[in-house]
């Protein structure tokens, strides 16, 4: 079958939409370029092989703080690499999380943590913009684009449509604009993406790491199954 991801692309500072007209700006203060990869899906040669990664080394806290639910002292971690343009992620966010949280998050045995992993620029924007409404709304933020993914991402120019999403949330025109132009932030979030790929292997979005074991491109909560049942009966 075919795996459920999206690969890494290069980030283009130009395109149709608005938004990477804005990114374009902190693109250029970038000192380095993003990684390439070829687009799209497709079955994933290298991208299934990752390793198992000590937990320890997974929780290590960077300069943003953690998105997370369900209770910070479950026995079982759940991390995933989400790129918020990527059509995989928002499949798992809509419909596979739901029964994540009624089997494991809402029964306190396991917590999700949400990394953001932009594949192209306006998957860096919103990641930006879940972060700029401030750490209380940021996964409530990012749940909303993740739900509303196939409305806002059909559009060529979706800076309406985003910053509509963003006003529900209390920001206003100027501090969208504002929080587009953020280098310090467009430099921490570049920072966990590339991270994940130094350290851990990942090229691929969703990706997760369930107590430092690794899945990529879940289709069924089956799949998830797998690999945290064996983890309560230990």
């Known amino acids: ?14 395109g149709p939409s608005s938004i990477a007209t804005l990114l374009l700006v902190l693109f ?10 070829h687009n799209g899906h497709g079955h994933g040669q290298g991208v299934n092989t990752l390793k198992e990664i000590p937990v320890e080394e997974l929780n290590k806290s960077g300069a943003l703080p953690a998105i997370s639910i369900g209770r910070p002292d479950a026995a079982i971690t759940i991390i995933e690499y989400a790129s918020m343009t990527c059509g995989h992620c928002g499949f798992f966010h809509r419909d ?9 998050i809402s029964t306190g045995i396991a917590r999700l943590v949400v990394r953001e992993f932009p594949l192209e620029n306006t998957a860096m924007a919103v990641s930006m913009l879940a972060r700029c409404a401030g750490h209380e709304k940021t996964y409530d933020v990012i ?16 800076r309406d449509d985003l ?9 206003s025109k100027e ?11 467009f430099h921490q979030i570049k920072a966990i993406r590339q991270h994940a790929m130094d350290a851990f ?19 069924t909560i089956e799949e998830f199954d797998k690999i945290i049942q064996p983890m309560i009966k230990k």
């Open 1 to 14: 079958r075919q795996i459920g991801y999206k690969v890494i692309n290069r980030i283009k500072p130009s």
């Open 28 to 37: 250029l203060m970038s000192s380095t370029a993003w990684a390439q990869g």
């Open 201 to 219: 292997g990942v090229k691929a979005t969703p990706t997760f790491f369930i107590n430092g074991e690794p899945l990529v491109g879940p289709l």
């Open 96 to 104: 596979l999380l739901p029964k994540l949280k009624s089997k494991y």
């Open 143 to 158: 749940a909303a684009m993740f739900d509303r993914q196939r409305q806002w991402l059909r559009r060529g120019d979706v």
């Open 175 to 185: 501090n969208f604009d504002r929080c587009m132009i953020n280098k310090e932030l």
């Open 163 to 171: 910053r509509g999403i963003m006003s529900e949330f209390g920001m």
